[in-house]
């Protein structure tokens, strides 16, 4: 039977687009949902100050009847600015074990392209880089993040044979928490402070980093403006990303360096993990996902995920950013840690990977983001 490619175009189809990956990934215990409200909020027009420089579609496929697939097409124009290169984006792609499905899908979001005289089409990649991106090719074993793809293995076949090629990877870490600070680190970490003038924040609850918040982004904006396909977050985007996120830190795992100025030097943003609790509310905090949440978050949690981490460029390769992994390395140690999701990092950011080599770690999961020509 043909493939149906139907837009997304009222409320009822977002829902359908939205939890779509909740059947496909039904009977999968390494798939982890996203927050469905963060989801919604993405895709809304209102509350995405993404969309004032982006142009965005979804799409659903249907087979029989039944959907059968998604897939969200992106062209974010200040990226074609910044980085001269004239591609569409694909991103929250998902589809069942069928060729003429995925096909269909990607086809779809190449047609779009080409109707803006695009030359490429390249993901999965969200609107910003605050977004889901990168497919899984490595690691299918492994329980996926709050914070990353989870996808089957036959996702990145049905690609390569549509002719899409790797345009860049990142990589991941296992990392287990030592029982004690190396006594190099503590040297260096004192070096460090007394060089450089920098002090760690003494924050005791989320609210402490409120007044920095700001400049944490701005920090962010400098630090990962030549990584790859990096946009600048606009001021929007930023106040957004505060109220979303700063005000609900984990304080124990969310290091801020200052520098003698009481300025923003770097920092880094971990949480309790998320992922069993995630797995249980199917995404949702009603009616019980929020107590499987809370539940994870108090400290008899053993496993921590790094979010985002960030150092100023004129601090970094100086030490700066081992002393970030000290200071957080002794909180996770104090309340008796296992180990660490590192999360993504590009494959040539050799500088955040070389920090592992101290730890008992190991790569475990590598994702791509692919690419095709298409003019």
């Not at 990096?230 to 304080?251: C, H, R, T, W």
């Not at 970030?324 to 590009?346: F, G």
């Amino acid at each position: 039977m043909s493939i149906t490619i139907k837009e997304v175009s009222s409320r009822g189809e977002l829902k359908k687009f939205i939890n779509f990956p909740l059947d496909l990934y039904s009977d999968c215990k390494m798939f982890v949902p996203p927050f469905m409200f963060d989801e919604v909020g993405t895709f809304n027009p209102k509350k995405n100050p993404a969309y004032e420089y982006c142009d965005a579609k979804l799409w659903l496929a249907y087979k029989d009847g039944k959907i059968a697939g998604r897939i969200a097409g992106i062209i974010n124009k200040k990226y074609i600015e910044r980085w001269g290169k004239k591609a569409a984006r694909f991103g929250w792609i998902d589809f069942i074990d069928d060729e003429e499905v995925s096909s269909a899908l990607l086809n779809t979001v190449i047609d779009w392209a080409k109707s803006y005289n695009l030359d490429y089409v390249h993901g999965p990649l969200g609107f910003t880089d605050m977004d889901y991106e990168g497919m899984l090719v490595e690691g299918f074993e492994e329980t996926g993040t709050l914070a990353t793809i989870y996808n089957y293995s036959y996702y990145p076949e049905h690609l390569a044979k549509l002719g899409f090629e790797k345009e860049v990877d990142w990589v991941e870490f296992e990392i287990k928490v030592p029982e004690k600070i190396p006594d190099k680190a503590e040297r260096i970490a004192n070096i460090v402070k007394q060089k450089f003038g920098i002090s760690i924040l003494n924050a005791k609850k989320a609210k402490d980093f409120m007044p920095y918040g700001k400049e944490l982004f701005l920090t962010l904006n400098a630090a990962y403006k030549d990584l790859f396909g990096f946009v600048e977050l606009s001021d929007k985007q930023i106040d957004k990303y505060i109220k979303q996120y700063v005000g609900f830190v984990d304080a124990d795992y969310t290091k801020l360096l200052l520098d003698k100025d009481n300025h923003v030097a770097g920092f880094v943003i971990g949480m309790p993990s998320l992922s069993k609790a995630l797995q249980k509310s199917k995404g949702k905090l009603l009616p019980l996902g929020f107590l499987y949440i809370l539940k994870a978050m108090k400290k008899s949690n053993k496993y921590v995920d790094l979010y985002l981490g960030a150092i100023r460029p004129d601090l970094q390769g100086k030490g700066a950013d081992a002393l970030l992994m000290t200071e957080l390395t002794r909180s996770c140690i104090k309340n008796k840690i296992i180990s660490a999701e590192s999360n993504i990092e590009l494959e040539t950011n050799v500088l955040v990977q070389g920090h592992w080599k101290y730890f008992d770690s190991r790569q475990h999961k590598r994702r791509r983001c692919f690419i095709k020509k298409i003019s």
